[in-house]
């Protein structure tokens, strides 16, 4: 379950469990804040846009969102047809790398291989519709980001 920037395409939190459920959106909501915050972004008045599954318009989530973090929601009105960001990625995601998800024998071992994907998706792979840049890479190049983005404890350096 990832979260994703609009404009850029970063996934900018993520989590990964047995089934779809509030607990897991909220851990997608933790890791999303973490992100942000490293992005030097305020959670307040950022727009969160969703399908309408239940995971999603339940009274918890909406309390957090709305009063909690102060953000705000978006539905989607007619499905995965009004989110088709999050769609393509999800898509893309899976297929690409397909082998090396069916080949992981428990879920700890998904979870590392999906963590080095987010990663390579977010700060190495180009995508055409960002100028055949990494996502980080187009938010270093509008000035989005400070010179030096810390992930994982590793400084990277912009050149």
């Known amino acids: 379950m ?3 920037d609009y ?7 993520y989590a990964l469990g047995h089934s779809d459920n509030t607990e897991l959106a909220f851990k997608v909501w933790r890791s999303a804040k973490r992100g942000l915050k490293k992005l030097g972004q305020k959670v307040e008045d950022i727009i969160i846009h969703h ?8 009274h918890r989530w909406v ?4 009063v909690n ?5 978006s539905y989607s009105e007619n499905g ?5 960001y999050m769609e393509s990625f999800i898509g893309r995601f899976k297929q690409e790398n397909r082998d090396l998800f069916w080949e992981q024998e428990s879920l700890e071992l998904l979870k590392k291989v999906v963590e ?5 998706y977010n700060f190495r792979r180009k995508h055409s519709a960002l100028g055949h840049k990494s996502p980080i890479r187009y938010l270093k190049d ?11 404890g590793e400084k990277i350096k912009f050149t």
Do not use: C, F, H, M
């Open 2 to 4: 990832p979260l994703l």
């Open 116 to 120: 080095e994907r987010i990663r390579y």
């Open 142 to 152: 509008k000035d989005k980001l400070t010179l030096w983005q810390v992930s994982k």
């Open 80 to 84: 995965a047809k009004e989110n088709v």
């Open 63 to 66: 309390y957090e969102i709305l």
């Open 7 to 13: 404009w850029s395409r970063l996934v900018i939190g």
């Open 69 to 73: 973090s102060k953000a705000r929601l």
């Open 51 to 58: 399908d309408q599954d239940g995971v999603y318009r339940g």
